[in-house]
């Protein structure tokens, strides 16, 4: 079973930045694949971005692609997505997710990962 524990969140303005971190418990983070997806209220749950296990390769949605980046640091079992250039449409809440496979054939799928956070908001203002 792993754990996964989302902070970082807040309410910020359009055009700052955020890091969320997702903190996982477990010995063999190293060997997961991780996802961030976001929830707005009344939407679906959509991807953001996605990290293989050694963090060289890496996945992002268009709408977040520049201006999102997705890291990890297998040491401390954390990953990471830092946010620049934040817009009002990327308020959401935002879900870490753990795939105990080195890979995955589809990243942006939800149904790839086992393991979910609880979720931290984020919210941008205009």
């Known amino acids: 079973q792993v754990q996964l524990v989302e902070s970082g969140g807040g309410l910020v303005q359009a055009g700052d930045s955020l890091r969320l971190s997702c903190a996982a418990s477990?010995?063999?983070?190293?060997?997961?694949?991780m996802g961030w997806f976001r929830q707005a209220p009344g939407k679906e749950r959509d991807f953001v971005a996605a990290?293989?296990?050694?963090?060289?390769?890496?996945y992002y949605s268009d709408s977040v692609k520049g201006r999102f980046t997705i890291s990890r640091d297998n040491a401390k079992s954390t990953a990471y997505l830092q946010m620049n250039s934040l817009k009002p449409e990327d308020t959401a809440v935002y879900y870490c997710?753990?795939?105990?496979?080195?890979?995955?054939?589809?990243?942006?799928?939800?149904?790839?990962?086992?393991?979910w956070g609880q979720g931290t908001q984020v919210t941008v203002s205009s």
């Open positions: 997710a753990a795939r105990p496979r080195s890979y995955s054939n589809n990243p942006a799928g939800p149904g790839e990962y086992d393991y």
């Open positions: 477990g010995r063999t983070f190293s060997s997961y694949f």
């Open positions: 990290i293989s296990w050694r963090g060289s390769n890496t």
